[in-house]
Every structure is written in structure tokens, then in C-alpha cells.
């Protein structure tokens, strides 16, 4: 790339954080109500999310090859126990992800 290209590609970075970082307080400032459908959105997002993981995670799972689905099986079911416990999505993930990744690295 060339220097100019360089400028333009940081300046349209940097714009783009911008952006997405203020466009929220502008779009829906402190004095006035938050939209129902915004709302209602911050409900459904998070469990659809986790949702779509557990599907993308689980699409190559065949319990007639290798390990039979074992490693990800017992880190579906350690996600499943930290949510219960913690209401936490991101300690819930993270914990499935290096259970499954010690799993598969030291034991199967």
C-alpha cells in the first residue's frame, strides 16, 4: 500500500470506532427512554448468541468417529453448570473453551 492508501485505511478505522463508540449515546440519549424494541433486543441477543455457538461448535461433532463427541459433550456440560452458577456468558464460554482445549490436548 502506498502511504496515501495507508492514511486513508487508519482514517476509516479510526472513524469506524468512532462511530460505532458514539453513535449509541446520539442515537439514544441519557434524558430519554430507552425503545421497547431495544430493550427487547437486549434480552433475546444474549441467549440467541449462545445459541448460534453451541450450533457452530457442535455442526462436526459425529459420535460414530474418533473421541465419539466425549470432549465436547463434557465441556457442554461444564458451560451449561458455570451458567447455572455464575449467570456469567463470558466465564461460561471461557471455562468450556480451556476445558475442551485440555481435553483434547492432554486426554483424548
Known amino acids: 500500500?502506498?502511504?496515501?492508501?495507508?492514511?486513508i485505511t487508519i482514517a476509516m478505522v479510526v472513524l469506524g470506532t468512532a462511530l460505532t463508540r458514539f453513535l449509541p449515546?446520539?442515537?439514544?440519549p441519557a434524558?430519554?427512554?430507552?425503545?421497547?424494541?431495544i430493550q427487547y433486543l437486549g434480552k433475546v441477543l444474549p441467549s440467541?448468541?449462545?445459541g448460534l455457538l453451541i450450533v457452530y461448535c457442535l455442526k462436526n461433532v459425529s459420535?460414530?468417529?474418533g473421541s465419539h463427541g466425549i470432549p465436547e459433550l463434557i465441556?457442554?456440560?461444564l458451560v451449561i453448570a458455570?451458567?447455572?452458577w455464575k449467570r456469567q456468558m463470558l466465564i461460561s464460554i471461557a471455562g468450556g473453551t480451556i476445558c475442551y482445549m485440555l481435553l483434547v490436548?492432554?486426554?483424548f
Open 82 to 84: 458455570l451458567h447455572l
Open 31 to 37: 434524558g430519554k427512554p430507552t425503545p421497547k424494541y
Open 25 to 28: 449515546f446520539l442515537l439514544f
Open 1 to 7: 500500500m502506498t502511504m496515501t492508501q495507508q492514511i
Open 105 to 107: 490436548q492432554f486426554l
Open 63 to 65: 459420535p460414530l468417529t
Open 75 to 77: 465441556s457442554l456440560l
Open 48 to 50: 440467541a448468541v449462545f
